[in-house]
């Protein structure tokens, strides 16, 4: 008997006879289905209770489907029966499933065509629910191990699987999305199909006006968009190559506590030094009224739009050029500068002729990730952006506002995709071949060449001057949560904190009377079921990219990085548009939040395991096989254990980049599901800097110290008997890039 | 080493036709076809790239065939995975695991296979035994030295009682000391339990120190399959003859051939030599002369070709010496380093016996 066949069957006859069909509107984690009504009731009714009590008779061909391999389960798997029946029980499963939940909605059938062939159905149904779900996942594999049977990738069962499971959580949850936002850009106001309406809405001229240029109104919000991502491309590389710079290359011994600062933007939800600035040069901020006392000036609002936006930025995303170009500078091989200067050229010459040029692949990586993360970014112009609008707060603006123009958002959303998948296209085409990294491990010895005081003494200037800035503004971040009315009354207090986190005791236990509360401990359950599912699915994706080969591998690794390159945003427009109506019904529930969570970070783990599974011997997993394991048991007993670091940095990596999320959180919200984020973002647009900024401390101060718990264990695993050393936390320098 | 419960279920390996051929270009095997007998040791030798590598993991099943078929024993496992093959392998860098301890990395295949606990633990044991590392097994495998590892890597492959038993370069990782040592364990072990062992090299004198059989393969196929001997003094073309064992090329004219005795007299530059004709024909040839079978003398010397010392080295056991004569440069070696002809000597250089093979032009 086939065992693998077996266990989906039960998987699929548990969710059509067991589990509640369709989707609970208490939520996924309530069990009041089990006491009220089950198996009956028609909302908490198993398929097979609706169907003998003669409701959604539409269902039934779903038995068929999913009982047709048992006439199989007892033929060898090179049968070609076998592989055809599962085939097609599989494929034709999937299809019919989504087909009926599709066509059949909350008012019956959804498209007038099926109305027309069909007539009324008189009856309607909600979103899947736990056993649409099972039945899904036991026709997916059903499908998989046909086609294993096959013969495609030697017939292995479990690769086929994870790849078919991969593909399609990323089509149903990356592809399926974006597309439907596609077309919603296409229809008009009646939902009639139309280009003319597209190029219209896509040519608007308040995206690509460029009035600014020979008048005082404002350019496009395109332009802006793409100015100032340009800008701080080029601004964070220099800054992030002088850092680079400094840290490895000035045999300065300080240079080491440059390091911590490649943290930041881990820790840092990306509004907060927004928040910062307007604390520092607002108007009513220290320097603008420092300043204005000084020479009698009239404080101004010079500080909402560009500039803040430039400064604020600037401060966010340095530290991520400066992680990927420490890498890049120390991946060059001081034998190369060594043999440099036996050749006879002066440090100068050395720096000009070797170094930089070694490191322009890694310069212009900088560059792109720099000008992504701009685009992407949301947190900082909504607080800073005052007049001038980008194309992340417009989309934002557009579905909250009075506007609620779903169109306009879409339309919003496929340009600023244009823009960060031409980004994400360049880099991976044009540079993910190009490596000049030198060094190749074994036999590399030498010192790195110290850089010449030309080059170095600018770059102490910067650094000193930078780093002081990055000190003050995090400094204001903690002091301003102490401040009672900052620009007017400054005197200390716990007001914010207490607001926010008071704790009472009294006889029913703790109560937990702040008004963060709530958020906070939502932030932290979703966050922490995200981790574990992100982590997964990321190393899974990873075993599959570095240890296996099949065709199509190309586009695989394409489809699943492409959420790097998507900004929060628009996941957030494209997941109200796709999961508001059955047969995906999520709005509103903390599954969209975990979902989104999962998805938006899957790049993270993917990198983390990427990046330690090369470096173990594939010879490994090779002989684990000729030693009679499957890939499966290889996996879990060969490959799992040994990346225990990397699956702990994935996770902790994974679990504070879903607490410091804003930008598709803002979207997927709801008053029962409110996340920390949005929460401080609710209270700055209220003008309530005290509390918004005493609870981003606490933030920061939390995942401050679950990095640093990590950290410790990783340091500690490192050192024990029982685990190869280095694999730790490289996983790190991929994990903050593009949000 | 001697105590074996360990039985060998050795069987034949058969290559039909086989090509792997990577993307839609790269040929790294070609049309090989070949056998291994039961309880034979055969060595895969050749250059790197050449195909010998992608030969043996076609056999353990971590690289499939692109076209042909490959058998073990009676059966046909071309389309068969790693997993499912009876096979076990020996890698370059031993792959031992290393979060497990020695005895579990032993007993890896042994549990995997579904064996019942207390009898993994024995054959595990007796694995250790076998290998000399018995008192060895809680320890980590980075605990212990390189030829230790090897052994755990060999014990962990022979427990399992495989058909066929594979080596891909197994000392290359170890020191030239060592190397003898093990390769000499790794004979013994074959013989004494009868393994059919395919084994990767690149060097050529440990091929000849442990095979059966050499097949030394060029250009993703087969140049030549023999034992050592034949393929050091009857090498089938001037590759074979310059990669086992270096050979001083030279053409030569082969004046008549004696159908008879079997032997070919051939002239060289005024010099003639008779020697076995190996089924060629008058009209010019190849002969292919060791260094060890070059011969210096004085000049006065005759029946020898006049030449000019170019180098001479000592390197202990013996002198190195390059020549230039009217046909090229050569190399030659003496045992005798007592009488040393110095840089500017002329000499005259002779062929000694059995020295010389005639190879097609």
Redesign the interface.
């Known amino acids: 008997m086939n065992r693998v066949v077996l266990l989906w069957l039960m998987v699929g006859v548990a969710g059509f006879c067991l589990l509640p069909w369709y989707v609970l509107e208490e939520g996924l984690w309530s069990f009041e289905w089990l006491f009220d009504g089950y198996p009956t009731d028609s909302d908490y009714a198993p398929a097979v209770f609706l169907l003998l009590q003669g409701e959604k008779l539409w269902l039934s061909p779903l038995l068929l489907f999913l009982l047709a391999p048992v006439l199989v389960i007892f033929r060898d798997k090179s049968d070609p029966l076998f592989s055809k029946v599962l085939c097609l029980a599989g494929g034709l499963g999937l299809l019919y499933l989504l087909a009926q939940g599709f066509s059949i909605g909350i008012r019956g059938w959804n498209s007038e065509l099926l109305l027309a062939v069909f007539g009324e159905l008189g009856d309607r149904q909600y979103g899947f629910g736990y056993g649409a779900m099972l039945l899904g996942i036991s026709f997916l594999f059903y499908l998989t191990t046909g086609i294993a049977a096959r ?1 495609v990738v ?3 069962v479990f690769v086929v699987g994870s790849i078919g499971f991969v593909i399609a959580m990323v089509g149903l949850f990356i592809f399926l999305p974006v597309l439907q936002m596609l077309s919603s850009a296409l229809q008009d106001d009646q939902g009639q199909y139309s280009l003319l309406v597209f190029f219209s809405k896509f040519f608007d001229d308040k995206i690509w006006g460029l009035h600014c240029l020979v008048s005082s109104r404002g350019c496009g919000v395109a332009w802006n968009s793409l100015s100032l991502a340009l800008l701080v491309g080029a601004l964070t590389t220099l800054l992030g190559l002088v850092f680079a710079l400094v840290a490895t290359r000035s045999g300065l011994r300080q240079a080491h506590l440059l390091r911590p600062l490649t943290v930041l933007p881990i820790i840092t939800p990306p509004f907060v030094i927004g928040l910062a600035i307007i604390l520092l040069f607002g108007l009513s901020g220290t320097v603008t009224q420092f300043v204005a006392d000084l020479f009698g000036l009239q404080p101004s609002r010079w500080v909402y739009g560009m500039p803040g936006i430039l400064i604020a930025q600037l401060l966010s995303f340095t530290p991520i050029a400066f992680l990927v170009l420490i890498g890049v500078v120390e991946g060059i091989s001081p034998s190369m500068e060594e043999a440099s200067q036996t050749l006879r050229a002066s440090r100068w010459q050395t720096f000009k002729t070797v170094s930089l040029p070694l490191m322009r692949p890694g310069l212009a990586n900088a560059f792109l990730l720099g000008f992504i993360e701009s685009m992407a970014d949301f947190g900082n112009p909504l607080v800073l952006g005052g007049n001038f609008d980008v194309l992340s707060t417009e989309i934002f603006f557009a579905i909250v506002g009075a506007q609620n123009d779903q169109g306009k958002a879409a339309v919003l959303a496929i340009v600023l995709l244009i823009f960060t998948l031409t980004a994400f296209y360049a880099q991976r085409r044009w540079l993910g071949k190009k490596s000049y990294t030198t060094r190749t491990g074994k036999g590399d010895g030498g010192i790195p060449t110290k850089m010449p005081r030309r080059v170095l003494y600018p770059c102490y200037a910067l650094v000193t001057i930078w780093g002081t800035f990055t000190l003050v503004v995090y400094g204001m971040i903690v002091y301003g949560g102490f401040v009672e009315l900052w620009g007017l009354d400054h005197t200390l207090t716990f007001k914010h904190y207490i607001t926010a986190f008071d704790v009472a005791i009294n006889e029913h236990g703790i109560h937990w009377r702040g008004s963060a509360w709530d958020s906070f401990w939502t932030t932290l359950r979703i966050a922490a079921t995200a981790a574990p599912l992100t982590a997964a699915l990321g190393l899974v994706t990873a075993y599959l990219l570095v240890r296996q080969n099949f065709r199509g591998k190309n586009a695989f690794e394409f489809g699943t990085m492409l959420s790097f390159a998507i900004p929060g945003t628009v996941i957030g427009v494209a997941y109200i548009l796709a999961f508001n109506v059955p047969p995906l019904e999520l709005t509103g529930t903390g599954v969209i939040l975990v979902i989104s969570f999962i998805f938006r970070n899957m790049p993270v783990g993917v990198r983390a395991g990427i990046a330690s599974m090369s470096q173990l ?1 594939k ?2 997993d ?10 499966w ?1 290889t996996f879990r ?2 490959i799992l ?2 990346m225990r670091p990397a699956i702990l940095a994935a996770l902790v990596f994974s679990f504070v980049r879903a607490m410091t999320a804003i930008s598709a959180v803002i979207f997927l919200v709801s008053a029962e599901h409110n996340m920390a984020t949005s929460y401080i973002i609710g209270r700055v647009e209220n003008n309530d800097y005290g509390i918004a900024i005493a609870y981003s401390t606490v933030l920061i101060v939390v995942m401050l110290s679950v990095v640093a718990i990590m950290q410790l264990a990783v340091g500690k695993a490192k050192t024990s ?4 050393p280095g694999l730790a936390v490289q996983a790190a320098p991929d994990a903050v890039v593009v949000r | 080493m001697q105590t074996t419960s360990i039985h060998s279920k050795a069987a034949s390996v058969e290559f039909r036709n086989v090509s792997k051929i990577y993307g839609e270009t790269v040929t790294a095997v070609d049309g090989v076809s070949l056998k291994v007998e039961a309880g034979e040791l055969v060595t895969l030798l050749g250059p790197s790239g050449c195909g010998k590598t992608t030969t043996l993991r076609m056999i353990a099943g971590l690289e499939m065939a692109s076209s042909g078929s490959i058998l073990i024993g009676d059966a046909d496992v071309t389309l068969l995975p790693a997993t499912d093959r009876d096979v076990s392998m020996v890698f370059q860098s031993y792959a031992l695991f290393p979060h497990m301890s020695v005895l579990e990395n032993v007993a890896y295949g042994l549990k995997v296979s579904g064996m019942k606990k207390p009898e993994v633990r024995v054959r595990a044991l007796n694995g250790l035994e076998l290998v000399g590392l018995t008192g060895y097994g809680d320890r980590l495998p980075s605990e212990l030295s390189g030829g230790q590892q090897q052994r755990v890597a060999v014990a962990r492959a022979l427990v399992l009682e495989p058909q066929v038993l594979l080596f891909d370069e197994p000392l290359s990782n170890l020191d030239a000391k060592l190397r003898r040592q093990v390769r000499e364990e790794i004979r013994e072990l074959q013989q004494s339990l009868g393994l059919t062992v395919v084994y990767v090299t690149h060097d050529q004198e440990e091929a000849l120190a442990v095979s059966d059989r050499i097949i030394v393969m060029r250009n993703a196929g087969i140049a030549q399959a023999g034992t050592p001997r034949e393929l050091y003094e009857e090498p089938a073309d001037s590759f074979v003859a310059d990669f086992i064992g270096e050979a001083n090329l030279m053409d030569v004219t082969i004046e008549q051939v004696d159908a008879v005795a079997g032997t070919a007299e051939v002239s060289l530059a005024g010099v003639n030599i008779t020697l076995p004709s190996r089924g060629m024909v008058a009209g010019p040839a190849k002969l292919a002369v060791r260094p060890n079978r070059l011969e210096l003398k004085a000049p006065e010397d005759v029946g020898g070709l006049p030449g000019t010392v170019i180098k001479c080295t000592y390197v202990g056991n013996h002198m190195e010496y390059v020549v230039r004569l009217a046909q090229g440069e050569w190399f030659a070696t003496s045992d005798d380093v007592g009488t040393v002809h110095t840089a500017g000597a002329e000499v005259s250089v002779h062929f000694r016996a059995r020295g010389p093979v005639l190879l097609s032009a």
């Not at chain 1, 090779?622 to 890939?631: H, V, Y």
């Open positions: 013969g030697n017939g292995d011997d010879s490994l090779e002989a684990s096989l000729t030693l009679g394991a499957n890939t048991r007993q060969i254990p040994l008997r029982r685990t190869t």
